[in-house]
């Protein structure tokens, strides 16, 4: 079983940042994709930012320009950064990891999530 912690959500004015932390743990054999998804009150989830193994990475229309995701496959760790926040960015952010655990089975984790609110 592979387990994913996230930190670094907060409170935090429109045009301010945040870097948020997501820390996989457990019988790791591999971590193909991991991402950052947002769930605002009232709406879906929705995908923010992925990242391969190899550092290819996808951004929403919405977060371009604004949000980088980063990782560090010794850690096990994947980042996202923000910056320039608007108050439609406030959402449970999650953490989400795909991979190979030990021995050899697929596994797809999801974070506890960590809130991000930004105001006016």
């Known amino acids: 079983q592979v387990q994913l912690v996230e930190s670094g959500g907060g409170l935090v004015q429109a045009g301010g940042s945040l870097r948020l932390s997501c820390a996989a743990s457990?019988?790791?054999?591999?971590?193909?994709?991991m991402g950052w998804y947002r769930q605002a009150p009232g709406k879906q989830r929705e995908p923010v930012a992925t990242?391969?193994?190899?550092?290819?990475?996808g951004y929403a229309d919405s977060v371009k320009g604004r949000f980088t995701i980063s990782r560090d496959n010794a850690k096990n760790t994947v980042y996202l950064q923000m910056n320039n926040l608007k108050p439609d960015d406030t959402a449970v952010y999650y953490c989400?990891?795909?991979?190979?655990?030990?021995?050899?089975?697929?596994?797809?984790?999801w974070g506890q999530g960590t809130q991000v609110t930004v105001s006016s």
């Open positions: 989400n990891a795909e991979g190979t655990s030990w021995p050899w089975k697929t596994f797809n984790s």
């Open positions: 457990g019988s790791i054999v591999s971590i193909n994709v």
């Open positions: 990242i391969t193994s190899s550092g290819t990475t």
